[in-house]
């Protein structure tokens, strides 16, 4: 396939470019490339899809369950008991509605951790989504709960192995929900089979309180001590750090995954991303749940993100930045090629028409895409080379049911417990 | 006109009623109203639509042309050098574009100050928006130029006297362009005319300094030793207040214009709206200009708001408390019959879809509207009564004439500077 003459973000700038397209990989980029199955893009943005590197899917039926209260009673009075009562069915469904909800909006691939995952694999495959996901896993120190909580992980990775959008990474939810022995056999069996690890970490300051208090040592020192960090591990949130943490993780060469409104929403604080950017470390961004955002929208999250960091400096995360985090570093976190329009890289692309209101005029289109855009003006999205919404209707799937049937589930469970 | 069925937000809750429209106005809200001309809302969620209470509309020509820098640098450097170009007819395409904005993300009435308002007035007039306008005016102490600017004034005044959508206000730009004396001129005047004033204030550290070197007082402090301060007044921003400045302003019944987003942009701070709600004063939203936010999407600007405030506790500014700033609390800043679904206010009102992705679940709808839905969920736009937007086309103007006019000026004076 040829994508002929978009306005394409190439190293950092627009320029007007051909994109060749082989096996769902951009296999060329240049002016005048000649090739079959020509897609005239003379009138469209292309930039690369977000990468959102932290979500909970499913948790879209619970949109709005339990908002404007404290963290503790979120969980424990709305989150845990609605949880309590999901089916692989309910799941199915909000990860569909979650599905449409990120193609509608531009992001071409989530790094999930939940349950009843096999769900969410036959949502991706239908969808023609790209992923990486976990099923979240705790053993809360007992053993069998441990031993049940493997099974089931490597239950999922069997599933995803056959599946070439998705990527199976290993999910212990935190350390305070996992205990030493575990988080050690969840690392040693994720280095035998070369997979990633996707974490909760350092979230809130009891957290970070509580860790201290049983091990004498900030969460970031604990993981540390256990050889749990290196590159193959995203941290997600890592709000409340020391100057030593920050050190430590950028030795060690992690990624985190950056959730700035959910933070906010659940008064868990601001990660401070500038100094662990300037410390080297790989930051990129998520949106966190459904319940905690209250979206999965990553233009919002990204123009959130630019905007909250920049409280002491205005020059803090500047356009271009905010944009890589929001792309590109989402690949390097999730050790994939994507979040770039490069060779090499995934034709995961967002065609934008730049004759919308939020991207006129086009003084700056990165800074329109980072501050402005709404994500209305993404006409098309595709996603290894195939087109999964066109003119903003989802090609593979029936958005009309997938609400009716989201609505639904989520309805029996919130009746469930009222 | 009867609009009939819909799930209407009245009294903070939704409930399923007819409502009756004469000349623009709600005449009636009720069960099974009875009335000609019925609009079948059974199938859309309706509530007011936003009000954004400051803006420089014409500045959308300049979004985008001077983003991430310090506040001098993007006024002495861009904005000022740009303004310095600019003519009534570039006003005019940056103000249909503004609308444009607005209309399509269910802004129903703004708040603006800026200059050659002819041009904001015609805008106005050909869309059927609903706004208060101001030429913004300062003296820099010269007397010469506070008379020719109290003259231009003037004369928007009377060009505004025709308009029922138009409320025609003062003013004044900041107590640090503006002399003690043109101030109290501009305040006199308002006074014998019956007129609102709008003014900026406490935006940033540097003003609150350089006006207690200046004149020993807090700039809410000086304005009050004016007599400047009463239920007739909007503060734009209020960032930098003392207490005693929350005690000075709830006492004077004066209206605030929160601007979350650009305070954030141009790293001026976070203004205590805590505080000051819970002292009594009443505060609104607004998006500032376009140069500075970079758009004018009050569902967004609301969204900032609620979670940013929520930083040190997660139940300050609920979904409810939220919608009702961004809404009738505007409409109390104003002095305006708009912001709510009741007998006696415009029909101003946003139609939503309630099967818009960003919508489901519907487990809660005010969580919904102010944490996840996107501004596509609006289908059709009602101002004054009348339909300035269905099914997302804009109904009295020219959308794509208007985006190929503004981009041309845009372009225009950015290539003049550079």
């Known amino acids: 396939m040829l994508i002929k003459g978009g306005l394409v973000y190439a190293d950092d700038k627009f320029v007007r470019r051909d994109i060749g397209v082989t096996n769902g990989i951009i296999s060329s980029l240049g002016k005048e490339v000649s090739g079959e199955d020509v897609f005239d893009a003379r009138n469209f943005i292309l930039i690369p899809g977000f990468v959102n590197t932290h979500t909970h899917l499913a948790m879209t039926l619970f949109r709005g369950a339990g908002d404007d209260v404290p963290l503790h009673k979120w969980l424990e ?9 999901l089916t692989t069915k309910d799941c199915y469904w909000g990860n569909m509605l979650g599905i449409v909800e990120m193609i509608r909006t531009g992001t071409t691939c ?14 991706i495959k239908e969808s023609g989504m790209r992923a990486c996901i976990t099923q979240g896993i705790l053993d809360l120190g007992n053993k069998s709960k441990a031993n ?36 050690l056999e969840i690392k040693r069996y994720a280095q035998e089979h070369a997979l ?19 091990r004498g040592m900030t969460p970031v020192e604990y993981l540390e001590s256990l050889s749990f960090l290196d590159e193959n591990v995203v941290l997600a949130h890592c709000v409340h750090l020391t100057n030593s943490d920050i050190s430590i993780m950028a030795k060690c060469g992690v ?8 933070n906010l929403k659940l008064s868990s604080g601001i ?59 989402g690949g390097q976190a999730l050790g994939l090629n994507i979040g770039e329009l490069s060779p090499g890289y995934a034709a995961d692309i967002l065609f934008i028409n730049p004759l ?37 209707k989802i ?16 309805q029996k469970l919130v009746e469930k417990l009222e």
Chains 1, 2 share one sequence.
């Open 77 to 85: 009075e709305r989150i845990w008991p609605l949880e309590a009562n």
């Open 110 to 123: 989530f790094n999930d951790m939940y349950f009843h995952m096999d769900s969410a694999v036959q949502a």
């Open 148 to 183: 049940a909580e493997m099974r089931e992980s490597i239950r999922i990775q069997r599933i995803c192995k056959e599946e070439p959008n998705i990527t199976f990474m290993m999910g212990p939810h935190a350390p305070y929900t996992c205990s030493k022995e575990f988080l």
């Open 196 to 214: 990633r690890i996707h974490i909760h970490l350092a979230e809130t300051q009891k957290e970070v309180q509580d860790i201290k208090k049983e």
């Open 255 to 262: 990624s985190v995954a950056h959730c700035p409104n959910s």
């Open 271 to 329: 990660a401070p991303i500038n100094d662990m950017m300037s410390a080297g470390i790989n930051v990129s961004l998520g949106t966190d749940g459904a319940s905690s955002n209250n979206s999965l929208n990553m233009q919002q999250e990204m123009k959130s993100m630019a905007l909250i960091h920049k409280l002491n400096d205005p020059t803090h995360i500047d356009a271009k930045t905010a944009f890589s985090i929001a792309t590109k570093h």
């Open 356 to 392: 919308h209101h939020s991207m006129i005029p086009s003084n700056n289109i990165i800074s329109n895409i980072v501050y402005s855009m709404n994500t209305e003006a993404i006409s098309h999205v595709m996603i290894n080379g195939k087109f999964v919404m066109l003119d903003r």
């Open 395 to 410: 090609i593979n799937l029936n958005e009309e049911k997938i609400y009716k049937k989201a609505s639904e589930h989520a």
